[in-house]
């Protein structure tokens, strides 16, 4: 027989909810109240989650709890794919070692290694996916874009040379750091971020 745990981990779900189809709207309300509720415990320590969550796709995980409810154990929100691309804007976990374990592995290594999209970070992402990727035998600079390619791939974003003394660019000034803006019209904010692709074609000259 199953204990508690083991049931756990055999009914985990990925769910791909993409907020414009008309089938995906229960699903959606059902787990959005989580999930923004995640987030804005995620970014809390940085001053909030500075960008729209005018998302194109949620990529949700989700587990049963004890009382058999369906409940977000994390998960990652993307934008772009209108444009022809997927950028992950946020990710998101419940705070415990396996909601943390689940996005490291399932949303950060995985869409870096499959190549499925490309990740603007900064701050502490640096270390949660240089961990992430560690634990598979793999290095976070195997992904790293430099400005040019940055600029070849978000033609519509304000993409500028970084400032040496911002205080991300200082801690990993080997980095190729990249300037954009974030938050709604009126109200955006510059920020410094670095790119990262599996997809080889986003490494050809």
């Given at each position: ?72 154990v ?36 995985d869409?870096?290694?499959t ?6 970070i ?6 949660f ?6 634990k598979?035998g ?13 600029k ?21 000034p ?13 109200k ?8 990262l ?9």
């Amino acid at each position: 027989m199953l204990n508690f745990s083991q049931f756990i981990q055999l009914n985990e779900r990925i769910t791909n909810i993409f907020p414009d189809r008309k089938e995906d709207q229960e699903k959606l309300q059902n787990h959005l109240p989580e999930i923004n509720r995640q987030i804005d415990k995620s970014y809390e320590d940085i001053g909030g989650f500075l960008g729209s969550r005018k998302f194109d796709m949620h990529k949700v995980i989700t587990k049963p709890n004890e009382s058999g409810k369906t409940v977000v154990v994390g998960g990652g929100a993307y934008k772009g794919m209108k444009k022809g691309r997927r950028k992950l804007s946020v990710i998101h976990h419940d705070g415990t070692k396996q909601g943390k374990t689940e996005v490291a592995n399932r949303i950060i290594a995985d869409d870096l290694k499959t190549g499925r999209a490309v990740h603007h970070i900064s701050g502490g992402m640096i270390g949660f996916t240089k961990n992430a990727l560690a634990k598979r035998g793999d290095s976070m600079e195997n992904y790293v874009l430099p400005l040019h390619k940055v600029k070849k791939l978000f033609p519509d974003e304000n993409i500028g040379h970084a400032d040496p003394d911002n205080e991300d660019v200082k801690a990993h000034p080997n980095l190729p750091w990249f300037t954009t803006e974030v938050g709604p019209e009126g109200k955006k904010e510059k920020v410094h971020k670095i790119a990262l692709s599996g997809a080889p074609e986003h490494h050809k000259n």
